[in-house]
């Protein structure tokens, strides 16, 4: 009788161990996953005229956790010199593999029109064609990322680079 009770209470010591360690790592991946880097890696400009502007940002995103994670849904404000141009609300780009950097594409398009309108200004149309250094595009806004019950929901996204500099980072790649 008495061996039966150590037996028990020596299995619900093991498992209630066994259950704090692996809350514990679930806690460790998500607070990592809450600090995963995300910047610009590039852009491949796919037309420039006087009504469209269509690039394709290149997100590098650094997942120091040791899970890969599926991108669900990301809610993001794009804004030009500040001033809103877009919002991009859709399901996730792609997959992030665990403990490494990966590449997803962003689609951007507006009429700059548009946002000369808004700016009443004629510099960012003449930037947009001529300049890059004088564009600053800012990504801003949340995604949701997970893998199999870990995740985050409502991650914080702040980039702001300019063009020049984009690009710049897509000739070093």
Do not use: C, W
């Amino acid at each position: 009788m008495k061996l039966n009770t150590f037996l028990r209470n020596f299995f619900l010591l093991g498992t209630t161990v066994i259950v704090g360690f692996a809350g514990f790592y679930v806690y460790q991946q998500q607070n990592l996953l809450r600090k995963m880097k995300i910047s610009f890696a590039g852009v491949i400009l796919d037309n420039i005229s006087l009504h469209t502007f269509a690039m394709r940002l290149k997100l590098k995103f650094t997942n120091s956790s040791d899970i890969d994670i599926n991108v669900e849904k990301y809610d993001f404000d794009v804004l030009i010199n500040g001033q809103p141009v877009m919002k991009i609300l859709s399901p996730g780009p792609g997959y992030i593999m665990a403990n490494s950097e990966s590449v997803n594409l962003l689609s951007i398009k507006f009429d700059p029109t548009v946002v000369l309108s808004k700016l009443f200004s004629t510099n960012i149309l003449s930037a947009l064609l001529f300049d890059y250094s004088k564009v600053i595009i800012t990504l801003s806004g949340v995604m949701s990322v997970s893998h199999v019950g870990i995740g985050v929901h409502n991650l914080a996204v702040n980039q702001s680079s300019t063009l020049a500099e984009i690009m710049q980072s897509e000739k070093n790649s």
